[in-house]
């Protein structure tokens, strides 16, 4: 877990320098540690925090870059991993706590996003259109980033 810290702490150190290439880098390096390490880290409330912070640290890089479809993806993959944790009786009861905690999170983050930037497809699927045109409105410039954490 110390190496993902250190990883997602320079990609945060890339992009408030504005290097988005180095940025974006650290952040996937960051994101695929997260993936190995959710549901096999003793600590899996940080576990799976670090999946969301790292797929939330990308969604927010998208959008500083005027790529929000990209973003959605983020944001999406993040509550939709979340979701199926949260299905799957198999899995450690603490996994599947700390999904509930961190899914209330996720949830509000795609609502926003969709106030502020619209609808796409795939926040359809996982959402539902009707939600969407319950929370449409005019999409904003980018807005600052939403770090999680």
Known sequence: MEHWKRTIEAGNRCFIDGDWVQARELYLQALAEAQVLYGRWPDHDMAVAAFVISHHNLADLHLTLGQPE????????????????????????????????????????????????????????????????????????????????
């Open 70 to 149: 990209e973003a959605a993806e983020n944001l999406c993959a993040s509550h939709e991993r979340l979701l199926q944790t949260l299905a799957d009786a198999a899995l450690h009861e603490g996994l599947r706590s700390a999904a509930m905690h961190h899914s209330r999170r996720t949830y509000l983050e795609l609502l926003q996003f969709i106030a502020e930037h619209g609808a796409f497809p795939r926040t359809d699927r996982l959402l539902g259109a009707p939600q969407r045109h319950a929370w449409r409105r005019t999409p904003t410039a980018t807005s600052p980033g939403r770090h999680y954490h």
